[in-house]
Structures are given as C-alpha cells and as structure tokens.
C-alpha cells in the first residue's frame, strides 16, 4: 500500500514546465540586453536592471488571468503555409482581410504583437512616462524571445502530434538552464532597425525553418536511448521532478550544433536593437528628464489580479501548454 502512494505521489509531483524559455532563459535574454545599449540609454537601463530582469516573466503570468494574452506568445505557421510562406500577409490588416481577426487570434499573432509593443514603447518614450517605459521593454523582450523558438511557430509545438510530448519544455528551459551559463554572451551593440517588420518576420521565418532539425534530431536521439537514461528524478524535499537526464539533453544539444545559444544570442540583440530603435524613434528623449508617474488604480488592479491568479494557478495557463513530460498540450 505504501508503494502504490508513493507512486501515487510521484506522478502527480511531474514536473511542468510551462513558460516560454524558461524563467531563468526570459530574464537572462533581458538582463543581457542592457549591456548592449548606447552610452545613452545603458545608465537608465542599468539603473533599473533589476526590474527589467524580474519583469520579464509578467506575460507569462498574465496567461493565467487574461485569455487574450495567450495568442501573443506564438504563431501556428504551419495552419497557414508552407516554407517560404510567401502568401502569408506581413501587415495586420491585409492578415485580418484574408484570414479574419478571429482565425489569427485562434493561432497565435506574436508578430503583429511585437510591432505593437514597437509603438507602445515608442509613445512611453515620448511621454517620458519611466514606468511605462521600463514595464513595456520588459515585457517586449519577452515576446521577440518567444519569437526566436521554433516552437512557437508550430501547432505541433510539444511533439503532440509527432509522439514527442515534452519536447518544449527540454529545448527552450532544459537545454539552457543546464548549459547557458557557459553560452558566449559577446554579442556586440544595440543597432537601429530601418524596417522593424522585415525584421520581425525574418525571426519568424528563420525559427520556423527550424524545426526539421528540433523534431528530426530528437527523434534520432531516441532511438538510441535507453527509457532509464533519457530521465533522471530531481528530488527537492516532497517533491519529485522527471526531467530529461543531462547526459540526454547534452546529445541532443550536440546534435543541434548549439541552436538553442544560437536562438538565445539572437533573441538578445534583436531585444537591444528594438529598445534602441524605439528610442530613436522617439526623438532620443535625454534620460534625465524620464518621470515616475504613479500606476492608475487600473494598472494596479490588472497587476495584483494577474499576480494573484499566477500564484493560485487554479485554472490551466492559456494558450499552447506544454509540460517537460506528461500529457499533452491543449489550446
């Protein structure tokens, strides 16, 4: 009897994993960022590092409260086209003409969103509003780093349909939780971005080409494993986690020839490219006369409901789900 609850207790201690790079991966790409910043912005940006770093996750946490947040982490490419995708409409509206507004929320409109967030951070510059500002480079960065992973360009996007459940969680929060803390970080500076949307689609277009290798060489890998060495247990008081072993994730990182640094590098000089060219076209407003304007009683509602249903979790996250290992995910 006591062996069956154990058992019991260990299946239900899986460990999930259900955002988007990870947190640790999240905060790393903005934290790094900052460093690539111009002489003129990097005081500000280092001055408010730590915020910019924690706030990273927020839209990861708002998709436990708000439905409308899930579609603006991804994009279910494959629904629509083919490589090169040459029919798939760039700007919003021509997408809403041939497609309806409905069709592209049901699977994911993280491009548009990104250019979105370009004009919210701009008008925060112009406003010299200082929260609104550090508040909407936080959370672009989050949206451009999810843009960066294959797996937010696909409907099979944890291996649900191709017998390859988990494999969100193992290449965007395993991988780089193990090894990223040896990733080469020299990246270089923040550059202006003449044609933003060019830009934004080219990252799309390049993770989505991707993802031949993410599923084929994982698939390989496989073959070739044991079940008791693809996983390992991570026991932290009463709780058990399963997660990919890391003699498992270190093959497959391998065989990938360093994708997922790659993805992580790239996601790290387009959030600095973005924050410079919002600022630039800003009109380059001077730091110094960037004002703290209290939060309104709305502001502060919409964050403590979103902390609230975050902590709670009472309802599953919204959107693509995804666990290290376990069932599979649902929209």
Same mark, same amino acid.
């Given at each position: 009897?006591?062996?069956?609850?154990?058992?019991?207790?260990?299946?239900? $201690?899986?460990?999930?994993?259900?955002?988007?790079?990870?947190?640790?991966?999240?905060?790393?790409?903005?934290?790094?960022?900052?460093?690539?910043?111009?002489?003129? =912005?990097?005081?500000?940006?280092?001055?408010?590092?730590?915020?910019?770093?924690?706030?990273?996750?927020?839209?990861?946490?708002?998709?436990?409260?708000?439905?409308?947040?899930?579609?603006?982490?991804?994009?279910?490419?494959?629904?629509?086209?083919?490589?090169?995708?040459? $029919?798939?409409?760039?700007?919003?509206?021509?997408?809403?003409?041939?497609?309806?507004?409905?069709?592209?929320?049901?699977?994911?409109?993280?491009?548009?969103?990104?250019? /979105? =967030?370009?004009?919210?951070?701009?008008?925060?510059?112009?406003?010299?509003?200082?929260?609104?500002?550090?508040?909407?480079?936080?959370?672009?960065?989050?949206?451009?780093?999810?843009?960066?992973?294959?797996?937010?360009?696909?409907?099979?996007?944890?291996?649900?349909?191709?017998?390859?459940?988990?494999?969100?969680?193992?290449?965007?929060?395993?991988?780089?939780?193990?090894?990223?803390?040896?990733?080469?970080?020299?990246?270089?500076?923040?550059?202006?971005?003449?044609?933003?949307?060019?830009?934004?689609?080219?990252?799309?277009?390049?993770?989505?080409? $991707?993802?031949?290798?993410?599923?084929?060489?994982?698939?390989?890998?496989?073959? /070739?494993?044991?079940?008791?060495?693809?996983?390992?247990?991570?026991?932290?008081?009463?709780?058990?986690?399963?997660?990919?072993?890391?003699?498992?994730?270190?093959?497959?990182?391998?065989?990938?020839?360093?994708?997922?640094?790659?993805? =992580?590098?790239? $996601?790290?000089?387009?959030?600095?490219?973005?924050?410079?060219?919002?600022?630039?076209?800003?009109?380059?407003?001077?730091?110094?006369?960037?004002?703290?304007?209290?939060?309104?009683?709305?502001?502060?509602?919409?964050?403590?409901?979103?902390?609230?249903?975050?902590?709670?979790?009472?309802?599953? =996250?919204?959107?693509?789900?995804?666990?290290?290992?376990?069932?599979?995910?649902?929209?």
């Amino acid at each position: 009897m006591q062996k069956k609850v154990f058992v019991f207790v260990l299946l239900i $201690s899986i460990y999930v994993q259900t955002n988007a790079w990870g947190f640790w991966g999240h905060q790393r790409i903005n934290r790094i960022a900052v460093f690539l910043l111009p002489p003129e =912005m990097i005081s500000f940006y280092k001055g408010n590092i730590d915020y910019i770093t924690q706030h990273a996750v927020d839209p990861d946490k708002r998709r436990y409260a708000i439905a409308d947040e899930a579609p603006r982490h991804y994009i279910d490419l494959d629904h629509y086209c083919t490589l090169p995708c040459d $029919s798939m409409p760039h700007r919003w509206k021509e997408a809403v003409a041939k497609y309806s507004e409905d069709t592209l929320k049901a699977y994911g409109i993280v491009p548009w969103h990104i250019q /979105t =967030m370009m004009y919210r951070l701009e008008d925060a510059f112009k406003a010299k509003d200082k929260n609104k500002v550090l508040r909407t480079s936080a959370e672009i960065g989050h949206y451009i780093a999810d843009s960066n992973v294959p797996l937010h360009t696909t409907e099979n996007y944890n291996g649900q349909m191709s017998d390859q459940v988990g494999i969100h969680g193992f290449w965007e929060s395993r991988i780089p939780e193990l090894f990223g803390e040896d990733y080469d970080y020299f990246i270089g500076k923040a550059e202006f971005i003449a044609k933003p949307n060019e830009r934004i689609w080219a990252s799309i277009m390049e993770s989505h080409a $991707s993802l031949d290798s993410v599923f084929g060489f994982e698939t390989q890998l496989n073959a /070739t494993f044991a079940e008791d060495g693809k996983y390992s247990f991570d026991v932290r008081g009463i709780n058990t986690s399963k997660l990919y072993s890391e003699e498992y994730t270190k093959a497959y990182s391998k065989m990938m020839d360093g994708m997922v640094e790659r993805k =992580m590098r790239r $996601s790290i000089k387009m959030v600095a490219d973005v924050w410079y060219t919002c600022w630039v076209n800003a009109g380059s407003p001077d730091f110094k006369k960037i004002e703290n304007h209290e939060l309104t009683i709305e502001e502060k509602a919409e964050l403590e409901a979103q902390e609230k249903a975050w902590k709670e979790k009472k309802k599953p =996250m919204y959107g693509h789900q995804h666990a290290e290992t376990g069932s599979e995910g649902k929209k």
